[in-house]
Structures are given as C-alpha cells and as structure tokens.
C-alpha cells in the first residue's frame, strides 16, 4: 500500500519562505506525475503545481514565481520551494501521486500539512 507523508509545513511571515517534502513510503512503485495541491477553509481544494516524470511542469497562475515543484524518481520524493509567501497561500497542503497497477490508475493522497502565512 502506498502511503505519502507531507513534512515542512508551518508558520511563517508575509514574505517568508517554506519548504514542503512529501515521501512515499513502503512503495518500490514508478509513480508517474506527482503533484501538490492545498485547501483552505470552506474552499474547495485546488491544484498548485503538478510535475510529470520527465520533469515537465505546470502550476497555478497565483503561484507562478514564486513556488517550485521538483522531484526526485529515485527517491520517490516530491518537493514544493514556496517564496514570497502571501496570507491567501494559507491552507493545508496534501500531496498526491498519480501510478500504475496491471494497468489500473490510482492516485495516492498524503495526509495534508498546515501552512499559515500571518504576521
């Protein structure tokens, strides 16, 4: 069973910077694309930044220079580099993972962690 653990999350000022990891645990799986999303409360949850396997990228238009998303295959890991943080970017952050069993897609979900962004 793949199990995705998010770490990083936290309180910081505006203008402040945080790094988010999120590792699969328990998985020898190829995970194709990886990918961060948050959800604030009474919103609905949205994607930031998505990487696929080969390391294309796309994200949020809000989040454009500012955040960036990398990976590394080896490790099963993904990584979000969050700069210039605004208090809209407060929310929880999940990670997920997009892969492949006997042909069958299946998407694995971290738990979330707090990111709070307030003077």
């Known amino acids: 069973q793949v199990q995705l653990v998010e770490s990083g999350g936290g309180l910081v000022q505006p203008g402040g910077s945080l790094r988010l990891s999120c590792a699969a645990s328990?998985?020898?799986?190829?995970?194709?694309?990886m990918a961060w999303y948050r959800q604030a409360p009474g919103k609905e949850r949205e994607l930031i930044a998505r990487i696929r396997r080969g390391g294309n990228t796309n994200y949020r238009e809000s989040v454009k220079g500012r955040f960036t998303i990398s990976r590394d295959n080896a490790e099963n890991t993904v990584t979000l580099q969050m700069n210039a943080l605004k208090p809209e970017d407060t929310a929880v952050y999940l990670c997920?993972?997009?892969?492949?069993?006997?042909?069958?897609?299946?998407?694995?979900w971290g738990q979330g962690t707090q990111v709070t962004v307030s003077s």
């Open positions: 997920s993972a997009e892969y492949f069993i006997d042909g069958t897609g299946h998407v694995a």
């Open positions: 328990g998985s020898t799986l190829r995970f194709n694309s």
